[in-house]
């Protein structure tokens, strides 16, 4: 049994076995303390060690790291603290921690933790963090399994730069001495992949509703808190769906997502609130229960060029949105959620359908307070001569992308997707201000330990 399962029974047993790590113990004249973690929860659960019982004579090798097994009765307490705690009947000390063991009780800060990631799910921040991860990614497969999404499982390995950025890693077998790309393992060019995005289209014109959830890497050298070159995204796609609709599902997702969170990590977010982000659980209410704002990126920088703060990058039409921009819409003018659509299209990528006015496309951003973007999505280009002239604007070979093209030929359908970045969802409920610090083991720039 789990320590959450047996605190959640709120009742003795007779007849229990808990299995865990433990945290401290304190010694007193025939019998010893144990206060053990199994990760199932936060919270840990105390033991009763008497002198004499099968396998107390190793209570000395069960110091603070070390696992044991223990066998008993769960019994109400009569200490502070605790509701219920374990008799134990009998102990084994399953494996030893010596006195290096570096998670002692005491504090460590977030850049200690990351030097020793297979050791720090064991802190309570990092078992928070980590199971909160867990159940996110549960909740984004019944969100779309509840609506009859087909989940669509795109490839790692790629020919095709999704974002045309360039900033991809490259896979090959060659020596770094050699050019002949023929005789490369895959036969071309071939890349980690940035985004599922272009693959997952192509059963979107098949089976109406899917989605990707799935590993996608970023050659970017790029150290801020908010990157990392392998991360999680969320990608679904939808044929017979226009930007309204798009939006309609981005924003029903996040606030789905918030509120099972809530329901379902209350200790654990209780902990967020606490010691990592003391306005967490106010703005979680707060987004999951208020109704996005909507707003054209024109009107957005007509907002942000009157404002009377001071912005570190100037405003003005035809420039992406920084997030100190994104974050005075949310925080300070709406203070709301807020979506912004209709952005000028020579800022977007070429797969992004051109508006009626020639000079924007159909794309959309969600912004949420603290983080910014947390959704960047938009309706497709699915006109055929449309779609050409805008892969020649952005200078892509039409032959390495003729499948895609292929959709618009056979069968075209307006469709429509957005990515939401795993981590940054995971960031934004829990409060932690790192993107190292939400993923179990980060990938960074000159960074690939464990």
Known sequence: MTIKEALASNKPIDDITICGWVRTRRDSKGFSFLSINDGSCLANIQAIIDDGIPGSESISMATTGSSVKLKGQLVESPGKGQS??????????????????????????????????????????????????????????????EKGFVYVHTPIITASDCEGAGEMFRVTTLDGNETDKENDFFGKPTYLTVSGQLEVETFACALSNVYTFGPTFRAENSNTTRHASEFWMIEPEMAYCNLEGDMDLAEEMIQYLITDTLENCAEDLDLFGKFVDKGL??????????????????????????AEMKFEYPVEWGMNLQTEHERFLTE?????????????????????????????SAAMDLLVPGIGEIIGGSQREERLDVLIKNMENHNISREDYSWYSDLRKYGTVPHSGFGLGFERMLMFVTGVANIRDVIPFPRTPGSADF
């Open 281 to 306: 659980m106010e703005r979680l209410h707060s987004v999951s229960s208020q109704a996005f704002q909507r707003i054209s990126y024109t009107e957005a920088v007509k907002i942000l060029e009157g």
């Open 332 to 360: 300070e003018h709406f203070k709301s959620p807020v979506t912004v659509h209709d952005y000028p299209k020579s800022i977007k990528p070429f797969y992004m359908r051109v508006n009626d006015d020639g000079k924007t």
């Open 84 to 145: 219920f705690e374990i008799k134990a009947l009998e102990i084994e000390v399953t494996g030893s921690a010596d006195d290096t063991y570096p998670l002692q009780k005491k504090g460590h800060s977030p850049e200690f933790l990351r030097e020793i990631a297979h050791l720090r799910p064991r802190s309570n921040l990092f078992g928070c963090v980590f199971r909160t991860r867990s159940r996110l990614a549960y909740a984004i497969h019944q969100f779309f399994q």
